[in-house]
C-alpha cells in the first residue's frame, strides 16, 4: 500500500475515532485535550513508520534494517519526547494522554502489521 493511501487510511481512522472521543469527553477540557494529543502522536509515529518501510523496501538489506530500526529508535525518542513535553510544557493530564497514546499506538500497529504483511506476503507470492 503506497504512502499516500495508508496515510488517508489513518486519518480517516483516527479522524473518526478522535471525533467520537472527544464528543464523549467534550465537558471535560482537560480529557479532550490530553486524549487528541496522544492520538496525533500516535498517528503521526504510524505514518513515519509507514514512510520508513516505503523508503526503504527496495533498497539493500543492510539499508532496511537501518531505516528500520533506526527509524524506531528515532520514533521511541519522538514519542517520549512528546510526552514528556505533553505533560510538563502543556499541563496535559498524564492519564488520559497516556491511555490515548497507548490505545492508538496499538491500533495502528496491528494495522500497519496487516498491511504490510498483505504487501510483502503478495510481493513474496508473484516472485
Known amino acids: 500500500m503506497s504512502v499516500i493511501r495508508y496515510s488517508i487510511l ?6 473518526t475515532s478522535l471525533a467520537l472521543l472527544v ?6 477540557p482537560a480529557l479532550r485535550d490530553a486524549v487528541a494529543f496522544g492520538a496525533a502522536v500516535a498517528t503521526l509515529n504510524t505514518l513515519l513508520a509507514h514512510a520508513l ?4 523496501e527496495r533498497r539493500p ?20 519526547a512528546a510526552v514528556v513535553v505533553g505533560v510538563l510544557a502543556l499541563g496535559l493530564a498524564r492519564v488520559p494522554l497516556v ?4 490505545g492508538y499506538f496499538t491500533l495502528f500497529l496491528v494495522l500497519e502489521l496487516t ?4 504487501h510483502f506476503s503478495g510481493a513474496v507470492a508473484s516472485r
Open 115 to 118: 498491511v504490510q504483511h498483505r
Open 53 to 56: 518501510v516505503g523508503f526503504a
Open 23 to 28: 464528543l464523549s469527553v467534550a465537558r471535560e
Open 99 to 102: 491511555a490515548s497514546l497507548l
Open 61 to 80: 538489506n543492510k539499508v532496511f534494517m537501518g531505516a528500520v530500526l533506526g527509524g524506531m529508535l528515532g520514533r521511541m525518542l519522538l514519542m517520549l
Open 10 to 15: 489513518v486519518l480517516a481512522v483516527a479522524a
